[in-house]
């Protein structure tokens, strides 16, 4: 279907483009940029007023699927995924069973590519089983498609295994995706502090986190090997990230919409929709979390989307499941971290966009050129959205199987500005809140 986006403000992170302009679409590729002169399409998307993006690349978000379909199916996860205007996202490999066997990474590919609704790109096991002990068959997993290899957040805790699988993704080209959290420090619910000590909850230290990135980073200067490291959460882990990369170390790293945006005051009395992996923690590393993402220390935000069935959710504090859907709120709370730290919106859309698929490199092929950008010959991976709309976070309206998230307006009374008008995933519509023109 050939497909015109009239009128909208085109807003290019990677090439500095922000006019209001047209863009022609034929055949999944974005055929011209600027006046359609006589484009002949199939259908016309008025978006005047609205902002016509580079779809969403999300680095983190887990599907439940397989082996927790009561928590979340690829059907429902990925439709949440388009009406955030995200278009590709990589999933972790702790489903059941874990992604550790070429077939089931092939199935789970195939079953996302029949739903056309975003791009998947799965993360290989880097542990058999994830038990931290034998390493996978990486180069089976990645000819299966997948484009990294990670512990989910199971900690791994044998440094000699940690090694091997450096060493062995530094051969061979590949990216290894690690939570820093020791294995040891990192079993409490909260994170230490004044709050976890008034509730009586188990605290997570700080060093759990920045214990882990020592070692890594000792790791890496000996492997030399790619490694991005997955929503980091304190003041001190920004600080040695910043120091790594200053000396030229190939490390990345992401940030999730909770952290960017909570604290752990907001746990309030047990409010266990803020039971989180990572803990929430203080004002002062949620600060330097901001701080980090707009000098690009940190590359990346994600929605750490993690759906959560109620029966999981709707428990003490301590026992309830970390875990909150965050698809749908990736563009607004993106938007929001842009206007809070008075930042260009172009500069707070690149770390949803351009700068994600930077960190995914070589590993999803051609793609790397064109995704998250909007380039003449490029995929047609396209968010539109109305960045004047308010709306508040109403969990039974979300398309997620999972309604548990922090932001739900009832529990933080926060109002959100940025909704999703329409997502292209290569030319064809897989999400639309507009009324359709007439062609010609």
């Not at 993402?293 to 989307?305: K, Q």
Request: charged share 20%.
């Amino acid at each position: 279907m050939k497909i015109l986006i009239r009128h909208g403000r085109v807003i290019d992170p990677a090439s500095g483009r922000d006019e209001v302009t047209d863009i022609a679409i034929a055949s999944g590729r974005i055929v011209g940029i600027g006046a359609a002169g006589d484009f002949q399409a199939d259908r016309v998307i008025d978006a005047c007023g609205l902002v016509v993006a580079p779809g969403l690349v999300d680095l983190a978000a887990r599907l439940r699927e397989p082996g927790q379909e009561h928590e979340g199916m690829l059907e429902s996860e990925l439709a949440a995924a388009a009406a955030g205007g995200v278009t590709s996202l990589v999933c972790p490999p702790d489903t059941d069973p874990v992604l550790d066997e070429p077939g089931l990474v092939e199935m789970l590919k195939f079953r996302a590519r029949k739903l056309s609704r975003c791009r998947l790109f799965p993360l290989g096991a880097l542990t058999r089983r994830l038990e931290g002990q034998a390493l996978t068959e990486m180069a089976e997993l990645t000819e299966a498609g997948c484009v990294g290899f990670s512990q989910a957040d199971v900690a791994l805790s044998d440094t000699l295994v940690m090694q091997r699988a450096l060493q062995y993704a530094a051969t061979y080209g590949y990216t290894v995706w690690l939570r820093p959290q020791d294995f040891f420090l990192g079993k409490g619910v909260a994170a230490q502090g004044a709050v976890a000590t008034r509730l009586g909850l188990s605290g997570v230290p700080v060093i759990a986190e920045t214990v882990a990135l020592h070692t890594l980073f000792e790791l890496v200067r000996v492997t030399r090997a790619r490694v991005h490291l997955c929503r980091l959460s304190s003041a001190a882990g920004v600080a040695l990230l910043r120091a790594a990369k200053a000396e030229g170390l190939p490390v990345t790293a992401d940030v999730s919409i909770n952290s960017l945006h909570l604290t752990d005051v907001d746990i309030g009395y047990f409010n266990p929709d803020m039971r989180l992996t990572p803990p929430l923690r203080q004002g002062a590393d949620r600060d330097a979390l901001r701080q980090g993402l707009a000098n690009g220390t940190i590359d990346a935000l994600v929605s750490d989307h993690n759906p959560v069935a109620e029966d999981m959710k709707n428990l003490p504090f301590g026992e309830a499941e970390p875990g909150a859907t965050g698809l749908e709120l990736l563009l607004s709370l993106a938007l929001r971290w842009g206007a809070d730290s008075h930042l260009p919106l172009a500069t707070a859309l690149s770390r949803v966009t351009q700068d994600p698929v930077r960190v995914l490199g070589d590993a999803i092929g051609s793609l790397a050129t064109s995704a998250g950008r909007l380039v003449e010959g490029g995929v047609a991976d396209i968010c539109i959205f109305d960045p004047e709309a308010d709306w508040a976070v109403e969990p039974g309206t979300l398309a997620s199987q999972g309604k548990h998230t922090p932001f739900a307006f009832a529990s933080t009374g926060m109002a959100l500005k940025g909704r999703v008008r329409a997502t292209l995933v290569a030319g064809t519509v897989a999400y639309e809140a507009l009324q359709p023109m007439p062609a010609g």
